[in-house]
T-cell receptor, first 116, second 112 residues
Framework: DTAVSQTPKYLVTQMGNDKSIKCEQNLGHDTMYWYKQDSKKFLKIMFSYNNKELIINETVPNRFSPKSPDKAHLNLHINSLELGDSAVYFC???????????????FGEGSRLTVL | SQQGEEDPQALSIQEGENATMNCSYKTSINNLQWYRQNSGRGLVHLILIRSNEREKHSGRLRVTLDTSKKSSSLLITASRAADTASYFCATDIAGGGNKLTFGTGTQLKVEL
């Protein structure tokens, strides 16, 4: 039973197209994230939601729009795709941060986006 | 440069040897975490060490944290071929808004 699942695993598309990636977690976590991993394996946070509310937006172009219909789902929609958007996008979830800080993140398997 | 920089970038050892990876960071943290990523897969949490802790063990893993030097190390003892993966440190920056900032990663290859 997959804890954090994201679909699709692979996306190949043309520049200028719009695409979506879906993410669902069955861990009962309140916080969900999108991270982008580039070709050098550098991971950068894009967005974070807590109980459906956006709490982190790391200066991501507004072509990227996250949507959280409920706390178990966080989808990512990308408009007008560019070559530089090619990357692996990871969804993750965690319990709400407490006094000890951000806890363990549970990651999905990633969605590899290739823009031609 | 990055909040978390790891050293070395790549490490190749023989099975049975120990592997040590280092992570340096710049600002005060709540905690520091280590993750493993197998090729083509998602990241998997290995261990979390709080800012008031100095050392933590989990199986063949040993993590140390030196907040005065802003550095951490991950030691994998008696390595196995299955330990071949990329290893990332991630810092929860104090006052940084409940997010993890990942380091640049160390690619470990364990050869038979």
């Amino acid at each position: 039973d997959t804890a954090v699942s994201q679909t699709p695993k692979y996306l190949v598309t043309q520049m200028g197209n719009d695409k979506s990636i879906k993410c669902e977690q069955n861990l009962g976590h309140d916080t969900m994230y999108w991270y982008k991993q580039d070709s050098k394996k550098f991971l950068k946070i894009m967005f974070s939601y807590n109980n459906k509310e956006l709490i982190i937006n790391e200066t991501v172009p507004n072509r990227f729009s996250p949507k959280s219909p409920d706390k178990a789902h966080l989808n990512l929609h990308i408009n007008s795709l560019e070559l530089g958007d090619s990357a692996v996008y990871f969804c993750a979830s965690s319990r709400t941060s407490g006094r000890a800080g951000t806890g363990e993140l549970f990651f999905g398997e990633g969605s590899r986006l290739t823009v031609l | 440069s990055q909040q978390g920089e790891e050293d070395p970038q790549a490490l190749s050892i023989q099975e049975g040897e120990n592997a040590t990876m280092n992570c340096s960071y710049k600002t005060s943290i709540n905690n520091l975490q280590w993750y493993r990523q197998n090729s083509g897969r998602g990241l998997v949490h290995l261990i979390l060490i709080r800012s008031n802790e100095r050392e933590k063990h989990s199986g063949r893993l040993r993590v140390t944290l030196d907040t005065s030097k802003k550095s951490s190390s991950l030691l994998i003892t008696a390595s196995r071929a299955a330990d071949t993966a990329s290893y990332f440190c991630a810092t929860d920056i104090a006052g940084g808004g409940n997010k993890l900032t990942f380091g640049t990663g160390t690619q470990l290859k364990v050869e038979l």
